[in-house]
């Protein structure tokens, strides 16, 4: 069965801090990984990668994928406030399997 | 561009009573997902479309429930004889399928359903 796991779960960090989310997966066909950030109700789309070893970034966000290990991870530095909320890992081709997500919450 | 609109925002209903939701996806997507999001979790695919065509149920959509997307705009999920498990966001999404493209989902602001 195709699962996705996140970790961890929660983090709580305070502003200024780096922080290291993970995605490990295991499916059939893969085709893609992607990641959203949920704030309130609709997850938004961060990034989306398709090749090992290359680094994708978007101002502090940045993350990169190992498809030989089978994971990814996110970064993002120098946190604020505004980066409280749930990130999402997924899989798949349209179709997504998502992991459970990782609670971030940034203390000022 | 208006994004993924989904209405009602939130749904409060007694068990048994069936109830409906809408998704309006962005304009020139040809793709629609549904999917089931409870505490803690992250969201599970339940069923899409391409165009008016539903090509993919999960195992999750039992027989109460029932998808539609009649002319390849807005889709329709109805619920019927709810149960109290059935509690949870429903988030609707849509694609372009294309190079690349169809992985990338835009997800509207989901309907929060509770059932007492």
């Known amino acids: 069965e195709d699962k996705v796991v996140q970790s961890p779960l929660s983090l709580v960090v305070h502003e200024g801090d780096t922080v290291t989310l993970n995605c490990s997966y295991e499916v059939t066909n893969f085709r893609s990984l992607l990641w959203y950030k949920q704030e309130k109700k609709a997850p938004t789309f961060l990034f989306m990668l398709t090749s090992s070893g290359i680094e994708k970034k978007s101002g502090r966000l940045s993350s990169i994928l190992d498809k030989k290990e089978l994971f990814s991870i996110l970064n993002i530095t120098a946190t604020q406030t505004g980066d409280s909320a749930i990130y999402l890992c997924a899989v798949g081709r349209g179709k997504l399997i998502f992991g459970q997500g990782t609670e971030l919450s940034v203390k000022p | 561009d208006t994004g993924v609109s989904q209405n009602p925002r939130h749904k409060i209903t007694k068990r048994g009573q069936n109830v409906t939701f809408r998704c309006d996806p962005i304009?020139?997507?040809?793709?629609l997902y549904w999917y089931r999001q409870t505490l803690g979790q992250g969201p599970e695919f339940l069923t899409y479309f391409q165009n008016e065509a539903q090509l993919e149920k999960s195992r999750l959509l039992s027989d109460r429930f029932s998808a539609e997307r009649p002319k390849g705009s807005f889709s329709t999920l109805e619920i019927q004889r709810t149960e109290q498990g059935d509690s949870a966001m429903y988030l609707c999404a849509s694609s372009l399928e294309g190079q690349g493209n169809n992985e990338k989902l835009f997800f509207g602001s989901g309907t929060q359903l509770s059932v007492l």
């Open positions: 304009s020139e997507h040809n793709r």
